[in-house]
Every structure is written in C-alpha cells, then in structure tokens.
C-alpha cells in the first residue's frame, strides 16, 4: 500500500515500565503506518543510530536503479525499489502488510524521532533524565549542589 504522510501528526513518548524496561515510542496516523515504521523503534533506541539509519536510507537512495539494497535487522526490511520510495516490510515478524511511503516523509519522520533522543539522552526534556546518567542529576544538575551535602549523599549510599 502506498500511503503520504504529509501533516503527520507525530508523538514521541517515552516509556518507563515497572520491571525498569526503559525505550523510547513513536505514534502517529494513521495508525496501520505507524505500527509498520514503529517496528524500527525496538532496533533504533539512541541518537546515533537512528543517525546512521538516516544516512543509509538517504544512501540507498542514491544507488543506480534497480539494484537496490535493503536496511535489515531482525527480518524486518527497509526497500528503496523505485526512485524516492521507501517501503517498509516487516510482515514476516509481526504479519503487518509493508507500507511504501516517499522518502522525504520517513527521513522527516526519522529525523524528528533523532532530534528527540538527541534531546532525551541530552537531559534537555524536562522530567526526563535517562538512566546512564541520573548519578549525575538529582533534581537539578550536581553542579549545582553544594559539595557537603553530595558528600552526605555519597556516604548514605556507601551505608546501603
């Protein structure tokens, strides 16, 4: 199916589960898209990759038709078939049919996704402070703190 995803509405949210399975998510309309590219979401967790993947597909497009490439990772596969198409085809993981969007729309969709994690892993959201890096953050940054009452803090810690 071929779909355009002009005017996305696009929501990026982060998840915080209770046995600590921490990952950001993408969701947008319509819905049966989004399920399909939010696939690539388990595999692409931080800034970087989603960088590189970025670059890829951009490279894969510049390949000579019709020998084109695939971006796989765990039976799910991005195709660049006909000049500015991207089709996404995880059907073989989770039986959704593949979607073929325009290129411009997914490297958008990806970049968006990118700038977010950028600022996730960054500590610019505020509320949200991953994981690698709350012994640098209480409430505020540490240098922000005085020194005495981190050192109280770190003797506490030692206690326990």
């Not at 951009?58 to 038709?65: G, Q, R, T, V």
């Not at 991005?78 to 997914?106: A, C, S």
């Not at 969709?109 to 950028?118: A, D, K, P, V």
Request: glycine share 0%; proline share 6%.
């Amino acid at each position: 199916m071929k779909y355009s995803i002009k005017h996305l509405s696009l929501r990026l949210t982060y998840m915080d589960t209770v046995h600590d399975r921490v990952f950001p998510e993408i969701w947008f309309q319509p819905e049966e898209i989004c399920r399909v590219v939010s696939e690539w979401t388990v595999e692409y967790r931080t800034s970087e990759s989603v960088k590189q993947l970025i670059e890829k597909i951009k490279l894969l497009n510049e390949f000579p038709l019709p020998n084109k490439e695939a971006i796989t990772s765990n039976e799910t596969h991005i195709y660049i078939r006909t000049r500015d198409e991207v089709t996404f085809d995880v059907e073989y993981v989770t039986e959704l049919k593949p979607v073929t969007l325009p290129i411009h729309d997914v490297i958008y969709l990806f970049e968006q996704y990118y700038n977010w994690l950028f600022q996730y892993e960054n500590c610019q959201i505020p509320g949200l402070i991953p994981r690698n890096k709350l012994d640098s953050w209480l409430c505020v940054p540490r240098e922000q703190v005085k020194p005495e009452y981190l050192a109280e803090l770190d003797a506490k810690s030692k206690q326990t």
